[in-house]
């Protein structure tokens, strides 16, 4: 290929990540499909300038939803590509992100154990990250430990964010949210303010004040996310909209109720979150937070029923996630009138968080407290 012909295709590559930051999908997918031609015809399917414009076109369509296409294309990368075990970490990021979680887990232990450094780093801290998903809270806290990024590498500060938000999750959220905030002075001075690894630092902040009854706090922290992460990546960012969701949770919180359900209506309209994605789940069980706090019970309740019977198939009964909206369900029987449901209700959640949090989480002792005699 000329020197002028790969300028050219660099040109239209930048062009569509341009079009892409602007939410123009379908207009980015189209310019990353003909340099993917364009290259496969010239430099072969197995260049890395091939593989590398497959991976763009894949990341896009996956964005837009099509995410059978994005699989087949990351899978054909796995094929043809030098170096097949750091293709496979795109794939398995992939499936993390469409929450097939067991067969990420598997592409992610595969790469990390047959993988040279530093591609078996990269696996091992995304075997890290879906095991946090799964609720497998040690099992991912001992393998964050392990992993050793050089101090310039951002790497290493996600790390550390994430070993602070799994101590929130396993219950130590005060002390999370000390560690958290000098971590992001740190960050902000290291990396910038706009950096991607302070922005993920400040979500994963805002998350840690909410388990840590901090609400108003979250709701600062998660709008000025938003703004950054606007400013620095478009209004359609994936990571943005995310992040809407989890200021509407905070919103609702210190009951700013109208303000919390736009945040999550404008969470919701994204097309690479079908209804049984987790991100789709959490969304309506904010949802039905807000139609609760206004006192429409009914239909609060069917939405909650359906966020349980969704993060039952994807998560199992007793994963703290469903234990959550499990909590949430048998909150609205008691406010329906329905005491001795609720209570049994909060006995079986009772009893499952105290096995797999602990008698001492502070979620297990919101449920012993849940629990009152029928009237």
């Not at 795109?90 to 887990?105: G, K, M």
Request: aromatic content about 4%; some cysteine.
């Amino acid at each position: 290929m000329s020197t002028k012909a790969e300028r050219r295709l660099r040109t239209q590559t930048e062009e569509a990540f341009e079009r892409f930051r602007d939410g123009e999908f379908a207009a980015a997918a189209a310019l990353h499909a003909a340099v993917l031609a364009e290259r496969e015809t010239c430099l072969g399917h197995g260049a890395p300038d091939t593989v590398s414009s497959r991976l763009d076109l894949a990341a896009t369509l996956a964005r837009m939803g099509h995410a059978a296409e994005a699989e087949g294309l990351l899978r054909r990368n796995v094929e043809v590509a030098a170096d097949p075990l750091e293709a496979r970490i795109a794939l398995a990021d992939l499936l993390f992100q469409l929450d097939r979680l067991p067969e990420a887990l598997a592409e992610f232990t595969a790469v990390a154990t047959r993988a040279p450094w530093p591609t078996a780093l990269a696996a091992r801290q995304g075997r890290a990250g879906v095991l946090f998903a799964m609720g497998r809270f040690a099992a991912a806290l001992v393998l964050y430990r392990t992993l050793s990024f050089p101090e310039e590498d951002p790497n290493r500060c996600l790390v550390l964010a994430s070993i602070a938000h799994l101590r929130a999750a396993t219950g130590d959220a005060d002390g999370a949210v000390v560690e958290l905030r000098g971590l992001l002075a740190d960050n902000a001075r290291k990396w910038g303010e706009d950096a991607p690894v302070t922005l993920c630092t400040m979500q994963v902040l805002g998350d840690a004040l909410l388990m840590a009854d901090q609400p108003a706090a979250a709701v600062r922290i998660f709008a000025d996310t938003i703004a950054a992460r606007t400013k620095t990546f478009g209004s359609s960012d994936s990571m943005a909209l995310c992040t809407r969701h989890m200021l509407g949770v905070a919103l609702e919180r210190v009951g700013r109720l109208d303000e919390a359900e736009r945040e999550l209506l404008a969470a919701m309209r994204r097309d690479d979150r079908p209804p049984s994605h987790s991100c789709s789940l959490a969304t309506r069980q904010g949802l039905a937070r807000v139609a609760a706090g206004r006192g429409e019970f009914a239909s609060a309740e069917e939405t909650q029923t359906e966020v349980v019977s969704g993060m039952t198939r994807l998560y199992g009964a007793d994963h703290p996630n469903t234990l959550e909206a499990r909590f949430d369900a048998a909150e609205l029987l008691r406010f329906r009138a329905f005491p001795a449901e609720a209570t049994a209700a909060h006995r079986e959640i009772l009893e499952a968080r105290t096995r797999v949090l602990g008698p001492d989480h502070p979620d297990t002792r919101r449920s012993a407290a849940a629990i009152r005699p029928p009237s």
